[in-house]
């Protein structure tokens, strides 16, 4: 069945540093990918999206990469700040199906060391 | 802009009883959802709503209940809670059916004794 998956539970990365949070997943058929971030006692927050006919894209210190060939979608976050400590989720599903479809990984919880 | 407003915050409920959980939106967004969230199996979808009026089940829909009587809002209604029910409860919304962009509103923890 359909799986999305992270590599880490938790990662700790040094302030001012670069994070990288990685995502596997299964379904060959998804080709819109998504990373949420979710603070401590909040509702998760949308941060960017790829769709699959892109291999980056980049935001404001973020940038997606994903590599169609071995299913991964990673985010890099780059001078992390405190404010990055949260837990990040990747989610998928097939641009043309509704939201209803969207599938949620576990999450991976980064700490940022001061 | 409120976004997305959900209530109560937190509710400890015996097994038995009923619950409604309260979603409302300022945004006018057409699409809503329910979803669930528990250590180790991140968000699962309950029930969602496309447009006002219509409503479909997600991935685990037992043992809830959902209406969109109007555009704005989407109750969540457990009939008879059971323990396993315990959980962080998130009202979401979309502009779009098929975005994948969603807007969340902080949750409902509740728990069921």
């Known amino acids: 069945g359909e799986s999305v998956g992270l590599h880490l539970p938790t990662l700790s990365v040094q302030e001012g540093d670069n994070s990288i949070i990685n995502c596997a997943y299964s379904n060959s058929a998804s080709d819109y990918f998504i990373w949420y971030k979710q603070e401590s006692g909040k509702g998760p927050q949308f941060i960017i999206d790829i769709r699959s006919n892109m291999d980056k894209r980049q935001g404001q210190r973020v940038t997606v990469l994903l590599n169609k060939t071995v299913k991964h979608l990673s985010l890099q976050i780059a001078a992390t700040q405190p404010g990055d400590s949260a837990v990040y989720f990747c989610a998928e599903k097939k641009s043309n199906f509704g939201n209803e479809k969207l599938t949620f990984g576990t999450g991976t919880r980064l700490t940022i060391i001061p | 802009t409120a976004g997305i407003t959900q209530a109560p915050t937190s509710q400890i409920l015996a097994a038995g009883r009923s619950m409604t959980l309260r979603c409302t939106q300022d945004m006018r967004h057409n699409a809503m959802y329910w979803y669930r969230q528990d250590l180790g199996l991140g968000l699962r979808l309950i029930h969602y709503?496309?447009?006002?009026?219509?409503?479909g089940k997600g991935e685990v829909p037992d043992g809830y209940s959902v209406s969109r009587a109007n555009t704005d809002d989407f109750p969540l209604t457990l009939a008879s809670a059971v323990p396993s029910q315990t959980s962080v409860y998130f009202c979401?919304?979309?502009?779009?059916?098929?975005?994948?962009?969603?807007?969340f509103g902080e949750g409902s923890r509740l728990t069921v004794l």
């Open positions: 709503s496309n447009t006002a009026g219509t409503t």
């Open positions: 979401a919304s979309s502009d779009q059916s098929n975005t994948g962009e969603l807007f």
